[in-house]
Structures are given as C-alpha cells and as structure tokens.
C-alpha cells in the first residue's frame, strides 16, 4: 500500500545568476511500512526533502501525497493538523522542551491535538524506550541518547503515517546512535511505522529497506538493501 507519493519536486533560492535548485525534478514512491535512509553529502538536498515531506517548507513546484491527499492543497489550518496528525519527527538536537519531563514531552503532542492520552500505548512506549527510571527527569537531567529516545517515543505517540528523523544520530556517540538505530528499526517492525530517514553515514543507511541517494537536488539512486 503506498503511503506516500513525491511528483516532480522542486525547491528553487534565489534568482537568475544567483539561483539555487536545493531539489531538482524528485520523484519516488513509498510504501505503508517501509524504512527509507536518505542519503548525501552536505548541501545536497536531502533535509530540504525531509522538510518538504513534512510540510515544514513548501516547494517551489511538484507535489506531495500522503495516504492519497495532496498535502500542499491544504490551507494553513489543515496543514497544521496535518503535521501534528500525519508526521512525527525526530531531530539531531532533539528539541524537547526543557521545563516539562519525559513523560510530558511525550505526550504533547497528542495534548496539543486535544486528545486523550492512550495510558496503555504510553507505558508500552516507555518501557520499549528503556525510559522507566526516567518518566519525572527533565532533559538537562538525561544524557543524549536518553533525549534522543524521548524524541522517538514522542513522535511516535500520535500514530503517525510518517515518521520523519533528520540526522537521528549526528549528536551521539557510536554507542547511542546504535541503540537509536535499533529503536528505529523496532518501531518500523513492531509498529508497522513508515521511516523516513536522513543521514550522510552510509554505514547507517544500510540498517534501513531501502536507500535513496542524492546529488546536487537529484536522485542518483533507489535500491532496496533487504
């Protein structure tokens, strides 16, 4: 089942002799459950996807479909429900708020939402993460790895049909970035949750289904690892 469907994106800055094409002409598709690396070197294009992707950013043309819907055909207040809704993302320098704890850092966004918080997924979630001792700590109380997997437990709390992760590892040592690594892939197999992942380690790349590289806005390669 395909879950998302990119049409000839295109993000341009800037103009004539000073015109940057950050995404030139991309197409893919990806299917309900699939966990996609990203892959390029600095200035490539590969954040401006993930961005465009999660409606962070809009495109100077092209379009995105999520589960059907033309996300960029949405006014402002539905696309707003839509990156609340749909998308969970997880960032290289976590940006947990520092005054609330684990628990309710995780739980935010389903709050924001005005829903109620699913106590049973919650607790599973918390237990998964190896964050029991932690529910009460604050950030600046946690080591890196530790928010890193309060970023994860909080994006997947909505259910989202994307989970976004930009540079997941970047700020971690190779310790914590193998047990994100691993949390990732969990979530993709116990959850069924589609990844979609960036990262300039290749080494890393290879963990995922399937590896899109790019270059220069374009992409170079799609191939399936597995």
């Given amino acids: ?3 998302l469907k990119v049409e000839h994106l295109c993000k341009n800055y800037g103009s004539g002799k000073t015109l940057v094409k950050a995404l030139d002409d991309v197409s893919f598709t990806v299917s309900k459950g ?3 690396a990203i892959v390029g070197a600095s200035g490539s ?10 409606a962070v950013d809009k495109p100077t043309s092209g379009k995105v479909y999520v589960e059907g819907e033309d996300i960029y055909a949405l006014n402002e207040t539905n696309l707003a429900v839509f990156r609340r809704r749909q998308v969970g993302l997880i960032y ?6 520092p005054i609330l704890d684990v628990k309710e850092n995780m739980t935010l966004p389903v ?15 918390i237990q998964i993460l190896g964050l029991e001792k932690r529910v009460t700590h604050l950030p600046n109380e946690l080591s890196g790895g530790e928010q890193q997997r309060v970023s994860i437990g909080r994006a997947l709390m909505n259910h989202p049909a994307l989970v976004l992760a930009d540079e997941p590892t970047g700020n971690l040592d190779s310790k914590a970035s193998a047990e994100i ?6 979530s993709n197999q116990k959850y ?6 960036i990262t300039h380690d290749y080494d890393l790349a290879l963990t995922a289904d399937r590896i899109i590289e790019i270059k220069d806005g374009k992409i170079i390669k799609d191939e399936k690892v597995r």
């Fill in 34 to 36: 699939e966990f996609i």
């Fill in 1 to 3: 089942m395909e879950i």
């Fill in 181 to 186: 690594m691993k949390l990732l892939r969990l």
């Fill in 92 to 97: 290289q320098f976590y940006n947990l708020i």
């Fill in 45 to 54: 294009g590969k954040s401006t996807l993930l961005h465009l992707i999660g």
């Fill in 192 to 197: 069924k949750q589609t990844i979609i992942m």
């Fill in 111 to 125: 709050l924001l939402d005005g829903k109620k918080v699913e106590e049973s997924y919650l607790k599973e979630l």
